[in-house]
């Protein structure tokens, strides 16, 4: 009978499995190594790793991690989780079958990009989704901010004034701004279209131009976007565990969720802002749940 299993390996299992590992809990984490963030050339925001990439991130991790030995990785994804009484049964997708005390669900989100032609080739590269991340590196550049919804596109456009002042705000003939929002953008001499976007120009991944449907074309360097997540696993769902307004797994402030024995962090229960440094922490704060769950139960 494994302490705790956990499913994810990033940045919260990878915690959670550091924090679960020093307080001499039997761990198994489960990674299939189809990370969120393969895209990403660079992590920011976390102190003593910021331009860290996400391989170099992982590398440092399972470093780290391995000096305690009573957690064990596999590369395998989870196929099914069942609760029982006083314990939960996992099956991988290979059929083996573990039992564990506590699941910890780490398995973040997966995203949809904006329907526009080939921007999956420059999405992580000159077009990203969080200012925080990489706002800086855009800074003082010509920037297009895409969003196919009026509220988010002026919460964007607010948070990235500070970095640049040269932008263009695009509907993608999705919505149509409101004559306040216009107003607004005018008075900032910030340009907008609400025409659809057909085509990303520029090479390796890095904008040039964007053209719209009316032939139009602007001279950009980048650009900020709204993915639509949604989860990338759904354990959480089959075994039950009610979702918070925004999509995540409701938990308390220890990573509880709804089903005892089932905790979740990271993306899987805060999903904005998505930041290594916040699912780390949240990975910490769920394992000190976990841990302190067994020590009463135990005790």
Same mark, same amino acid.
């Given at each position: ?21 020093? /307080? ?30 996400? $391989? ?11 000096? +305690? ?9 989870? $196929?099914?989780? %069942? ?14 079958? +573990? ?6 669900? !780490? ?24 200012? +925080? ?10 920037? $297009? ?17 500070? @970095? ?27 340009? +907008?279209?609400?025409?659809?976007? #057909? ?18 074309? %602007? ?9 639509? @997540? ?20 409701? #938990? ?11 905790? /979740? ?14 699912? %780390? ?5 769920? $394992? ?6 067994? !020590?009463?139960?135990?005790?």
């Amino acid at each position: 009978m494994l302490d705790c299993i956990i499913v994810g390996g990033g940045p919260a299992g990878l915690n959670a499995a550091l924090v679960l590992g020093r /307080a001499r809990r039997k761990i198994l984490l489960f990674d299939d190594n189809r990370p969120r963030n393969a895209v990403t050339q660079e992590s920011h925001g976390f102190i003593t790793r910021d331009g860290a990439t996400p $391989a170099e991130f992982r590398q440092l991790a399972h470093q780290d991690i391995q000096k +305690y030995s009573s957690v064990e990785f596999r590369t395998e994804r989870i $196929a099914t989780a %069942a609760k029982h009484a006083d314990f939960l049964e996992i099956t991988t997708s290979s059929g083996a079958v +573990y039992h564990t005390k506590k699941l910890l669900l !780490a398995t973040g989100l997966k995203e949809v990009l904006p329907g526009i032609p080939g921007i999956e080739e420059y999405y992580g590269r000159s077009i990203f989704s969080c200012p +925080y991340c990489d706002g800086w590196e855009l800074r003082d550049q010509p920037l $297009a901010i895409i969003s196919e919804d009026e509220d988010h596109a002026l919460h964007l456009t607010r948070v990235l004034w500070n @970095w640049s002042r040269q932008l263009l705000v695009c509907t993608n003939g999705k919505a149509a701004l409101s004559p306040e929002f216009k107003h607004v953008l005018r008075s900032r001499n910030i340009a +907008y279209s609400e025409h659809p976007i #057909t085509h990303l120009i520029g090479r390796s991944g890095r904008l040039e131009r964007i053209r719209f449907s009316n032939q139009e074309e %602007a001279s950009l360097t980048g650009g900020f976007i709204k993915p639509d @997540w949604f989860q990338s696993s759904e354990l959480g769902r089959s075994l039950g565990c009610a979702m918070n307004p925004s999509g995540g797994l409701l #938990t308390d402030e220890f990573g509880r969720t709804s089903v005892a024995g089932v905790y /979740a962090a990271g993306d899987t229960s805060v999903i904005s802002p998505s930041q290594v440094i916040i699912a %780390a922490g949240e990975g910490s704060r769920a $394992a000190i749940g976990i841990n302190t769950d067994l !020590a009463h139960e135990e005790f």
